[in-house]
């Protein structure tokens, strides 16, 4: 049975980088799209891009330029980078599964980042 | 990218009843890619249905998909009191994958 757990800072300041890491067992983070999902406080899921297995990428369009999805296979683990972050990327962040051409249908629990000085 | 709206934004009804929710794309969904997720206060999404119409596993039979093209359909039979939550579609057919904006579902 695969799961995820996000971990990471709970807090970033204004314009710094916000790192997440999603730790995999149960499977190999080579087979599936690894992907982020966030939700603002009160609001609904928001895609933020996935990374398949080094060879193929995709990122929220409204995002692109600030987003980077990465794998480390060594450690089973996939991570989110986002730069220049502002208040409104306070959110709940998600790791999620999803196998070729099927939803997302493994979530971690959410960790909360909030942006602020 | 594909806009999905749902509606209603808000839906209420009693438990024991025939719950609707809908989900339209701004185009055809690429083979019918389409999922629905419930979400709970202080929980993450749960898959329900995948490709518009398979249950996910350990989704209860009372939660149904339907639909094609761009026009899809979340139907739960009799409402349980566990099923009032936040009901969300999903589009992964189309680069990039979008969500819609979300129906509340309330007693």
């Known amino acids: 049975q695969v799961q995820l757990q996000e971990s990471g800072p709970g807090l970033v300041k204004p314009s710094e980088t916000l790192s997440l890491t999603c730790t995999v067992s149960?499977?190999?983070?080579?087979?599936?799209?690894g992907t982020w999902i966030r939700q603002a406080p009160g609001k609904g899921l928001e895609f933020i891009g996935y990374?398949?297995?080094?060879?193929?990428?995709s990122y929220n369009p409204a995002l692109q330029g600030r987003i980077t999805v990465s794998l480390d296979t060594s450690k089973n683990q996939f991570s989110l980078k986002l730069t220049s972050v502002t208040a409104a990327d306070t959110a709940v962040y998600y790791c999620?599964?999803?196998?070729?051409?099927?939803?997302?249908?493994?979530w971690g629990q959410g960790t909360l980042v909030t942006v602020s000085s | 990218e594909i806009v999905l709206t749902q509606s209603p934004g808000t839906l209420s009804l009693s438990p024991g009843e025939r719950a609707t929710l809908s989900c339209r794309a701004s185009?055809?969904?690429?083979?019918?890619?389409v999922a629905w997720y419930q979400q709970r206060p202080g929980q993450a999404p749960r898959l329900l249905i995948y490709?518009?119409?398979s249950r996910a596993t350990g989704s209860p039979e009372r939660f149904s998909g339907s639909g094609s093209g761009a026009d899809f359909t979340l139907t739960i039979s009799r409402l349980e009191p566990e099923d009032f939550a936040v009901y969300y579609c999903?589009?992964?057919?189309?680069?990039?994958?979008?969500f819609g904006q979300g129906t509340r579902l309330e007693i």
């Open positions: 999620a599964r999803a196998l070729d051409s099927n939803a997302f249908d493994i």
């Open positions: 149960g499977g190999s983070v080579s087979s599936f799209y």
């Open positions: 990374n398949y297995n080094n060879v193929r990428t």
């Open positions: 185009q055809t969904v690429r083979s019918n890619y």
């Open positions: 490709g518009a119409s």
């Open positions: 999903l589009q992964y057919g189309n680069v990039p994958v979008t």
